[in-house]
């Protein structure tokens, strides 16, 4: 086993005015493993996602990814780096189809970008083939291969969700953040996820996932942060969560 961490978050603060979304918060997460980040409303999840992809650049603490640290670093910077992520509310590019959609996720990894790109256009034209190619073997892993051709809008918002999945894989990350990737799925797709997820796990891509689905959470994660009030509540195993007295009470309890 490597033990080596792929990310290793130490000391982490950031504020809003008054508000301390996060304090002091430290955390590893181990390659090719399922980290979750649970906690109530307001806990910081999404801010703690952020701080990771480039969104915020946070006041105090350091992120290292592998070896190097990266925060303040630019989104594009962290993307061509190898990490990726979907947002709470699916973000696609709507009236492109579903193949299109995978494509540009490819071209965020390319030397000039996805705009960038089309400056280059013979070498696009003669790198088309082989990106197609890829671009239909990932819709086929996310099940989406027989719709390639629809407008991305028109699929069923479940399925929008596996696109984005499909668009991130697409830049092949190393390190994959999904904040709520079962919210709105109904109990079958729920399954389906999680499922892909240990697929994508066993293709060798460390996965961390903010998540309020408690059964999803508990039966692919293999190890739990918990978040309350901006602070690290606990951390340890689905098994030694469930049973942490504190998180029950100000959590796991009301739901
Ligand atoms: P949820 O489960 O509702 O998505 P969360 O755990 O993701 O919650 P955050 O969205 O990170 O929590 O918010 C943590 C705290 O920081 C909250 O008190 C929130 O109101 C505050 N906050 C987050 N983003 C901002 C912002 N851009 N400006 C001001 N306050 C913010």
Not at 32 to 39: D, Q
Request: glycine fraction near 10%; charged fraction near 25%; include cysteine.
């Amino acid at each position: 086993a490597n033990l080596h961490p792929l990310l290793r978050v130490d000391g982490l603060g950031k504020a809003f005015g008054g508000i301390q979304a996060l304090h002091n918060v430290s955390f590893e997460v181990f390659p090719e493993t399922i980290h979750a980040v649970i906690g109530p409303n307001g806990a910081g999840k999404t801010t703690l996602f952020n701080s990771i992809t480039g969104a915020y650049s946070p006041e105090e603490g350091r992120i290292l990814y592998g070896e190097k640290e990266i925060q303040g670093r630019k989104v594009h910077e962290l993307v061509a780096a190898g990490i990726a992520r979907t947002f709470q509310n699916v973000e696609l590019f709507g009236s492109m189809t579903v193949l299109e959609n995978v494509l540009v996720g490819q071209h965020v990894r390319t030397r000039c970008g996805f705009w960038g790109a089309m400056c280059r256009w013979p070498s696009v034209l003669r790198e088309e083939k082989a990106a197609r190619k890829r671009a239909m073997e990932l819709l086929e892993f996310v099940g989406l291969e027989k719709v390639a051709d629809q407008r991305s809008l028109d699929l069923p918002f479940g399925w929008q969700r596996f696109l984005e999945i499909g668009r991130a894989l697409a830049a092949e990350p190393r390190l994959m953040l999904l904040d709520e990737p079962a919210s709105g799925l109904n109990p079958v797709e729920t399954h389906q996820l999680g499922d892909l997820l240990q697929e994508i796990k066993k293709r060798g891509v460390t996965l961390l996932l903010v998540e309020h689905d408690m059964g999803l959470t508990m039966g692919i994660s293999d190890y739990i942060l918990v978040l309350h009030q901006g602070k690290k509540l606990a951390e340890g195993t689905p098994r030694e969560i469930q049973a942490n007295e504190e998180v029950i009470k100000a959590y796991l309890g009301g739901a």
